[in-house]
């Protein structure tokens, strides 16, 4: 079922029409009851205020970015968005539906990522209602169909990624933002499509490893980053020790055998990837001794 929109009349002029014959129609009744007016005329009248009462139920109010979903005796006849007082046929039933852009955040969720760790993880789902039939008629409760369609969809793209990457090229709950909220929008957007809503936007507000695991877990982020920080200071070493052998080499301003040179490279390679400053050590005598 698709929406289609249509047409109401002004309400102001039915208003003004209304309320003019409802004042006449009183007037009238009153002339014809203390006149020698005829039953049949003050029954006629009396009929047609009871008729302009039940027009009066056809106007209605439609707020801006609001949809007013028009049924006949359970059939869908259309849906009016036309800002504005209205009037159309008093036997319509009218159910008021906003088309404002609304969000919430999702409950703390206890998941296992891709890796099988118990982690807790939270979003903010931005939406708004493209189609007032299919949210009024394809299910029961669109607000509450979002809000059940979004922590399931939560959960399917939690377990479709790591936590972390340790590795480079592997896309991360943590390391990934972007990529991830790409996802899991058009994760809730597959699932919310079938209601008429449209998801502007779904971001992880919430990203933790389960308390159970917490601790162990960062032991091992630290470790991840001793090791990494390690690897880069080697890799800087190396490069600084191979520019001052070849400088010297270079300048001619001494000449190492294998031993010596392997001596040298060993102390640059402590002074410059020891934790602690090193403390140098005069040597009184020759090189050899």
């Not at 703390?108 to 118990?118: A, F, I, R």
């Not at 308390?211 to 070493?237: K, T």
Request: aromatic fraction near 6%.
């Amino acid at each position: 079922m698709k929406e289609r929109e249509t047409a109401a009349m002004s309400g102001y002029l039915m208003l003004v029409l209304l309320l003019g014959l409802l004042g006449f129609s009183v007037w009238s009744i009153v002339q014809e009851a203390t006149g020698e007016g005829s039953a049949l005329k003050v029954l006629g009248w009396i009929n047609a205020m009871i008729a302009t009462f039940v027009a009066i139920g056809g106007l209605f109010t439609v707020q801006p970015n609001q949809g007013v979903v028009l049924q006949l005796f359970g059939k869908y006849v259309g849906t009016v968005k036309s800002a504005g007082l209205r009037w159309t046929i008093p036997f319509y039933s009218k159910h008021k539906v906003s088309l404002r852009v609304r969000n919430f955040e999702t409950n703390h969720l206890k998941v296992n990522d891709l890796e099988g760790n118990p982690i807790e993880i939270a979003a903010v789902v931005v939406w708004k209602v493209i189609d007032t039939a299919e949210a009024m008629f394809q299910v029961d409760n669109y607000d509450n169909y979002v809000h059940v369609q979004s922590e399931a969809a939560l959960r399917n793209m939690a377990t479709a990624y790591a936590y972390d990457s340790h590795e480079e090229g592997h896309v991360s709950l943590r390391g990934h933002t972007a990529v991830v909220a790409a996802h899991l929008q058009k994760e809730i957007h597959d699932r919310l499509a079938v209601a008429g809503v449209e998801v502007v936007e779904a971001r992880i507000s919430h990203l933790a490893y389960a308390p159970e695991i917490a601790a162990a877990m960062l032991q091992r982020q630290q470790a991840s980053a001793i090791i990494a920080a390690r690897q880069r200071i080697v890799e800087g070493a190396v490069g600084m020790v191979e520019m001052a052998l070849d400088m010297l080499a270079k300048r001619n301003v001494v000449e190492l055998d294998a031993e010596r040179r392997a001596a040298m490279v060993s102390n640059l390679l402590v002074v410059l990837c020891g934790e602690r400053g090193t403390q140098p050590v005069v040597n009184a005598g020759t090189i050899y001794h």
